[in-house]
């Protein structure tokens, strides 16, 4: 009894203090705390025709969820991009090899880094942590109106979507299976707000 107690007060105290030590990880509580006080964020704009995903290298995550982004949304245009991308960089091994049970096609993918043309040209940004967020908020907070999270759309917490790069396959499938849904949720909202429209 008393070992479990302490197992319960270490786990949350180990994670408040790693947030304490690392930028980075309290860019991402601050925004788990707030997506869920705030709820499912409304999409920007009258339209979206353009849509781009950004994550950190642009060879897991982002092109990922580009390609099923891209699936599920016929006529819309969606492009990958990282922060700190190596230009022309290939996917992830074991990101193509994951992506292909989910149906995707990785194999010919290259990383592009994120350029000022592309937060220009998109009508949405989508980024999958709250640092994502937060980068994108200090490199261009001219555009942060068209800025959400990925992991936003999901149905329940936590919503981001953490960096499967190094990690065994079993976590590049619980990592895809979960941008998986966050798309689906994400292709509904902007398939609904394309009905209203028409």
Partial sequence: MRMSLVRSIRRPLGTALRCLRSADERQDL?????????GEPVLPGPGIERVLVVCYGNICRS????????RACAGL????AGFEAGDGDPAQPDAIRVAAEFGIDLSDHR?????????DWADLIIGMTG??????????????????????F???PPYALEDPW????????????????AT?????????????AS
């Fill in 166 to 181: 190094g990690c065994p396959p079993e976590i590049f499938r619980a990592v895809y299976r979960r941008i998986e849904q």
């Fill in 63 to 70: 092109p990922f969820a580009e390609r099923l982004l891209a």
């Fill in 30 to 38: 601050i925004w788990e705390l707030r997506r869920r006080g705030r």
């Fill in 154 to 156: 999901l149905l329940r």
């Fill in 184 to 196: 689906a949720g994400l292709a509904g909202r902007i398939q609904e707000r394309g009905r209203a």
């Fill in 131 to 152: 640092r994502h967020h937060a980068m994108l908020r200090v490199r261009w907070p001219d555009r942060t109106d068209r800025l959400r999270l990925l992991g936003d």
């Fill in 77 to 80: 245009v969606v492009r990958s």
């Fill in 111 to 119: 990383a592009r880094r994120m350029r000022r043309e592309d937060v």
